[in-house]
Structures are given as C-alpha cells and as structure tokens.
C-alpha cells in the first residue's frame, strides 16, 4: 500500500474545509499508519476515527484538524491535551506548538504511544498518567488545551488550567454524541463559540462521567 499516495490524497480531502496551511502542513508529514494497530493500517487514511484497543479510538482526522486549527497555535505555546490514545494528536499539536504534555488514564494505551512517538523522533512531548484532578495542574497554565474525550458540561478543573487569553476546546454532551465547544479564557467572562456536533468516547474522572 502506498501509505504517502493515501495521505496526500486525505489531506486534499480535509483542505476542502480546513484552511489553516500550517496545520494541513504537519499532518501531511505525520505517519498515521504508525498510531494505529496492525490491522486497520488500510484504513489509516480513510477520513474515520478507528479503534486503538481498551474501547478507544484514535480521532477523525477532519476533526483532529479542525480541532487544531481552532487553538490558533503559533509555534510558541505549551499545550494541554487529555485522553493520549495513540499519541496522533499530541504529534500533530507537537508540530505546532514549542511543547505539549498530554494526559492519558490507561497505562497500556500510554506505553505504546510513548514507544512510537520515540520511535518518530519527537522530543517535545511529556506523556503523564491521569491523577486525581483532570488535566495536569503541575503544568499549568497552559496557552490551550485540548480535550479529546466527551464530558457532560466544561470541567471547571480544566479552565483553571488556561491562561488568560488561552483557548480550550471540548467536546461536550452526553456519552454519544457531543458538540465541539471552543472556550477562550478571558480575565472577566470567558468567550464561548460552538464549532459543531461531534461524537467522541467518554473523559473518564472526578468533573467528567464515571467509568462504566
Ligand atoms: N487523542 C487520541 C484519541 C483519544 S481517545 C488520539 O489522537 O489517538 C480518548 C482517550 O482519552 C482514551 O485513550 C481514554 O483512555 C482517555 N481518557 C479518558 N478519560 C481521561 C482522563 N480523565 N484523563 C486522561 N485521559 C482520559
């Protein structure tokens, strides 16, 4: 299979609606088969979220890339992102940003995505295990995070986390089905904007759903 054929031709399809050069840039060099389990590597570009094991998925890539691109990151920030899952999106926000910490709750899926981020190279990445609160205050603040699992409502541990005049983007509804809210810290009242239906497995946690 000509995997750089196949990307080339996903990003093509994703730039019809994403316009942001810089973010279509650095997933047209991310190896997506790399993050996804043997199996399903004839999928890896077709525009679809795919399972990575333990009940997870890696994202859809239009959605990592609009989700991305609503960060509006410029190479200097320190970014946030909950559920690591393969490790996709801490790569495509690696490249875009100065550095990411990325927080996932299930070991296992943790160790592989730590192995193949090494194996690719990138050296601004910290993989944390989840603790008791969510997101990774010790990092705190950050200038956006992202939260790539579903919570009932924005978790207030985690707009603790956001600088003033960061951005953070969630999905937020119930365990099926979600809408993508982008919310920007501001010292008085904070911007909300809802950038669209989504659906997403559940941020598992004290502030988020119970682990069923
Ligand atoms: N961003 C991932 C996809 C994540 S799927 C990728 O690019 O592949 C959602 C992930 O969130 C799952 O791995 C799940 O275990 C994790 N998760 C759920 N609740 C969490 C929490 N409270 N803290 C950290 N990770 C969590």
Known sequence: MDFAAERARLIEHISRE???RRV???MARIPREMFVPEENRHLAYEDIPLPIGLDQTISQPFIIALMTEALELTGKEKVLEIGTGS?????????????VVTVERLPRLAETARKVLDSLG??????QLSGETLGWPEGAPYEAILVTAGAPRVPSELVAQLAIGGRMVIPVGSRYLQELVKITR??????????GGCRFVSLIGKGAWEDE
Do not use: S, W
């Open 122 to 127: 990138y050296n601004n990445i910290k993989i």
């Open 24 to 26: 279509l840039e650095v």
């Open 18 to 20: 994403i316009k942001d």
């Open 186 to 195: 501001q010292k008085r009242k904070n911007k909300i904007e809802n950038l």
């Open 87 to 99: 490790g996709y999106q801490a790569a495509v926000l690696a490249g875009l940003a100065r550095r």
